[in-house]
């Protein structure tokens, strides 16, 4: 046995001698069906077929995952063995699973190397000739852990198919029967095989049998056995050649049948001797069945012939099945067609990874992988500077471009870096190192002592042009990345105060720290000239921290105490009586002279610095970084009350309550927060902009306990409007304490509302109306809340038509909470549908400016002559006039003048020729003189039209018919008698004809 070719087994149209018979191919073209699971990363399709009809008939499919796995060029060909699923689809959305196992070739299987075994399943039911049936084996399932070991169903019981086979595995026969018992005067075959690479090839007398090495027949009462047999001389006759099982190890038993060989068929029987073959083709392998097998240990292989000797006996793929097979009762049975395809990946994938000129990661790249037309993937890349692509085709071409954005610009500027034309998926993972057209630039940025400035930015400059901007970080750094053209670029240095925590404000949020620099390598350390100064703030006698105080700084050189206007800096002093100070070092043009004051309660405060003497202000000169203490000479508990808020209602419906919830504390020196009663507690409603908008109210009396207050009041009240916001204004005394003013934004919602339109005095609402022209409409309008259907009474409601300005529509006086308005049709001018435009409001309500109807307009109804249309046929003689009179009236009988009326004609098939009607004496008839009289024989059409604008239009129509005229003839002759005339020959004889038309007797 080759072992090497099992090793390197995957069925193909080039190994029909090696792995595969001519029964597989690689044949199939790629599949277009949907993808049974997701989960399951890989497939491979087969295609079966049957040259008749088989039923139930089994598939033992030799598969070497390794190698499928290989052609996509996976990192890891790794077969997970318990994921293999095999699922038959009907078409490509109706599809089902398939009960299958797999069996691995044990002697030489590697999960990693050489994944080779068979995949069973039964084809379930008829697989009729002809009839192809398509299933895809499904493998390796990596993001579903949970999938049993014990998944499989046992379908193939115990199986010989030689592909492994060792010496040792078949014995010899002990019977003289066995002419041939030494191997190799029999073999196993490596090239010819049912469906793989072997097969046992024997002849002559030849008993060989093998041990039924862990199979119990007493655990399987009902099973059955398949065998592939095939013959390469069909012309012999032929005593005994089948598959039997015995108990023990023996020579041939009488009868021979106690082995159990197949059947009593002539082709494979104990009890017919030299009967030629005449089921099987030469040189082919076909399959039978056995019945049921009772118990026994050894299965035999037999050929028994006493004269023949040539070789041309195969057995393989015996089988043993727990399930129902197709019974074989007389004729074997081909092979079944099976096409295999190419293996299919759920999820090609490409990893870009994006670096810069000098080989560092770039994050936040846009990569996108494009075809001809349209962009078709798009990702970022990661920290790692990957972006990741999947559900790419395999051997698909792209087009792939990277695109860096400078998002920390204002207005951020994007520029291609790479791009990359048709680049192909060859395999499974596909990885691309793009090197972008990007420098990276790294900041190092420290202040005057040596520390990072960890608050503000870096900006990159081509030129007066911006075209980078990058935030430092905790250790002063920064990243800025950017083309590299061969530009020489400068940097700029800002430190940001409003990023910086604290409630610090300086008089510029941003402080340009470095000017514009050249950028002299990618690697930049620079120094900023500022510095800092640490504040201890406390009380002078206490030494307890002094919070909530304003440090107050200037610039030295322009300060006139006390003229604030050149004011650097108002830094709130911290709850710990801390506060720093960064700006300007004095190596900085002008800058680095400053001077502080303490400014609490309305007042500038004394203070002592490093326990000097009380002075206001004190100046300094800021050079490197230092700490200084300053003491302020005030208690700072007479000003120490708070009103605290507990809840408070912020947002409100109008006509919904508000209700405040807050305490009046005051801070004692060895305690904190403790409730007071204050002399005053005022309650104000200002509008959003802080003015006055109510009188300030006393609110004490809610004080339900010591410093505990619970005030509600409608949002109805203080005159308060729906849809607007207001503040609430809190203030309150404690003796000489005055607490902080508490201003508390409050929004007042206007409430809900709907519309509907009715026809009048009709509830059911209307979104369109119909009129004919000329008449009137009465429309009404309902305006109500949406939540209670409350209707709204006094409300502004008006309309808009015609391009016309808005018109009021007044209450309903009849229909309370009704608003209603009529409209004259005849306003139109014209038929039509035109729009109603409707708006209303009502303050603290929520107003609806773009309500819109539709009113069709129709034409005024019209009758001919009594009737909706006319349709009738004349007959009339040469010479004789036909009058045609239409009334053309309104359908209430009014008489329509003025009206368009024209009508067509023409003989027989011949071209239309055109007239007018004629307008009588009675209002709204018209007649028609079609000069019949005059015309010459034949039929003619005739359609009279009546039309006025904004009438229905009406129609006559007329065959009229103009047929030759009569003639009466009278004779008269010489002796005429009973219409004879009776004459002497030769005389002469007086004949008369008198011919009259009988119309006018002429």
Same mark, same amino acid.
């Given at each position: ?9 995957? @069925? ?129 399932? =990596? ?111 009488? @009868? ?40 026994? +240990? ?106 860096? %954005? ?13 791009? +990359? ?152 002093? =911290? ?30 405060? &004394? ?208 229909? +309370? ?23 209303? =409001?009502?303050?603290?309500? &929520? ?18 002559? =009594? ?26 009988? %009014? ?102 038309? @009988?119309?006018?007797?002429?």
């Amino acid at each position: 046995m080759n072992i090497t070719d099992i090793n390197s087994a995957k @069925p193909s149209e080039e190994e029909t001698n090696n792995v595969i018979n001519e029964n597989l191919k690689s044949s199939l073209p790629p599949q277009s069906y949907s993808w049974w699971n997701v989960s399951w990363s890989f497939r491979i399709p087969v295609s079966i077929s049957s040259d008749n009809d088989q039923e139930n008939a089994p598939v033992e499919l030799l598969v070497n995952f390794t190698d499928y796995l290989n052609d996509l060029s996976v990192d890891n060909p790794w077969l997970d063995k318990y994921s293999i699923r095999v699922i038959e689809y009907e078409s490509s959305s109706e599809f089902w699973e398939i009960d299958c196992e797999f069996e691995p070739y044990e002697r030489i299987y590697d999960n990693e190397t050489n994944a080779v075994g068979d995949v069973v399943w039964i084809l379930n039911g008829t697989t009729t000739q002809g009839n192809t049936r398509d299933f895809f084996i499904y493998f390796n399932n =990596g993001s579903i852990s949970e999938v049993p070991t014990d998944y499989y169903t046992n379908l193939r019981v115990w199986h010989e198919g030689f592909e492994t086979y060792r010496p040792g595995d078949i014995n010899g026969g002990i019977s003289s029967q066995d002419t041939y018992p030494t191997s190799g005067d029999w073999e196993v075959s490596n090239t010819t095989s049912a469906r793989g690479s072997s097969s046992l090839h024997i002849w002559g007398n030849c008993w060989k049998d093998e041990e039924l090495d862990g199979f119990d027949f007493s655990e399987y009462p009902s099973v059955k056995v398949s065998a592939k047999m095939r013959f390469d001389d069909e012309n012999i006759d032929r005593e005994i050649s089948g598959i039997g099982f015995h108990d023990i190890r023996t020579a041939i038993p009488d @009868p021979a049948d106690s082995y159990g060989i197949r059947g009593s068929q002539p082709w494979g029987s104990a009890e017919s001797y030299k009967y030629r073959n005449q089921y099987y083709a030469a040189s082919t392998f076909f399959w039978y069945t056995l019945g049921y097998i009772a118990h026994d +240990d050894y299965v035999f292989y037999i050929a028994d012939d006493d004269s023949y000797t040539d070789r041309d006996l195969y057995w393989d793929d015996i089988s043993i099945w727990d399930v129902s097979i197709q019974d074989i009762n007389t004729v074997p049975d081909h092979l079944l067609d099976i096409d295999i395809g190419d293996i299919e990946a759920a999820s090609f994938r490409l990893d870009v990874t994006c670096l810069d000129e000098n080989g560092d990661l770039v994050p936040n790249a846009k990569v996108y992988l494009s075809n001809i037309t349209q962009v078709e993937h798009f990702d970022e890349t990661d920290e790692e500077g990957i972006a990741n692509f999947l559900d790419l085709e395999q051997g698909g071409k792209y087009n792939i471009t990277v695109n860096f %954005t400078q998002d920390g610009l204002d207005d951020p500027i994007t520029e291609t870096v790479y791009f +990359d034309e048709n680049y192909e998926i060859t395999k499974l993972d596909n990885t691309l190192t793009a090197f972008l057209n990007l420098t990276s630039f790294y900041f190092n940025i420290s202040d005057n002592d040596h520390d990072p400035v960890q608050y503000g930015y870096v900006l990159l400059k081509e030129g007066s042009t911006n075209v980078g901007k990058d935030d430092l970080n905790s250790l002063g750094n920064a990243t800025i990345r950017w083309t590299n053209d061969t530009i020489n670029y400068d940097y700029e240095v800002y430190y940001d105060f409003n990023a910086r925590p604290g409630t610090a404000t300086y008089i510029d949020s941003e402080l340009n720290i470095i000017p514009t620099t050249s950028i002299p390598t990618i690697y930049i350390n620079a120094q900023a000239n500022i510095s800092k100064v640490y504040f201890n703030v406390t009380e002078l006698d206490s030494k307890d921290p002094f919070p909530y105080a304003k440090l107050r700084i200037y610039n030295q050189s322009g300060y006139n105490f006390p003229d604030l206007t050149e004011n650097v800096a108002n830094i709130t002093i =911290g709850t710990d009586g801390r506060a720093t100070f960064i700006y300007f070092a004095d190596n900085y043009g002008d800058w680095g002279n400053y001077t502080l004051d303490v400014y609490f309660a309305g007042q500038r405060r &004394s203070i002592k610095v490093n326990d000097g003497p009380l002075k206001t202000p004190h100046n300094f000169t800021l050079s490197r970084v230092s700490y200084t203490n300053i003491s302020v000479e005030l208690n700072v508990n007479q000003y120490n009350t708070t009103i605290g808020i507990s809840s408070y209602t912020n947002e409100v419906v109008w006509n919904g309550n508000i209700t405040l919830k807050f305490n009046f504390t005051r801070n004692e020196p060895s305690l904190f927060d403790v409730l007071e009663n204050p002399d005053v507690m005022n309650f104000q409603i200002l509008d959003e902009e802080g003015g006055d908008f109510s009188e300030q109210v006393n609110i004490k009396e809610y004080q339900y306990s010591k410093g505990l207050f619970n005030y509600t009041f409608n949002s109805s009240h203080y005159g308060l409007i729906g849809g607007t916001r207001y503040k609430v204004s809190l203030t309150g005394t404690f003796g000489t304490y005055v607490p902080a003013e508490i201003e508390l934004l409050i929004t007042i919602n206007s409430v809900s509302t709907s519309v509907s339109v009715h026809d009048y005095g009709n509830p059911t609402p209307a979104s369109e109306f119909t009129q004919f022209y000329g008449e009137l409409i009465n429309i009404s309008v309902r305006y109500y809340e949406s939540d209670t259907l409350k209707p709204l009474e006094g409300a502004s409601v008006s309309y808009k038509w015609l391009n016309l300005g808005y018109t009021t529509i007044n209450p309903d006086p009849i229909y +309370d909470g009704y608003y209603t308005f009529t409209l004259n049709t005849s306003d139109a001018g014209e038929t039509g549908t035109e729009t109603i435009r409707i708006q209303l =409001g009502l303050q603290n309500y &929520s107003s609806i400016s773009d309500f819109f109807v539709n009113l069709e307009i129709r034409p005024i109804r019209t009758l001919i002559s =009594g009737e909706e249309s006319i349709i009738d046929t004349a007959n009339i003689r040469v010479g004789q006039p036909l009058p045609l009179y239409f009334s053309y009236n309104t359908s209430n009988g %009014t008489p329509i003048e003025g009206a368009r009326t024209t009508y067509i004609w023409r003989k027989g098939s011949g071209s239309f020729s055109s007239a007018v009607l004629v307008n009588t004496s009675i209002p709204g008839r018209y007649s028609l003189d079609f000069n019949t009289e005059n015309r010459p024989i034949g039929t003619y059409s005739l359609i009279a039209t009546f039309e006025k604008t904004n009438y229905e239009t009406r129609t006559a129509s007329y065959i009229i018919n103009i047929l030759a005229r009569e003639i009466e003839a009278d004779l008269d002759a010489t002796n005429i008698d009973d219409d004879q005339i009776n004459i002497v020959k030769g005389n002469k004889v007086t004949i008369e004809v008198e011919l009259t038309d @009988p119309i006018d007797g002429n």
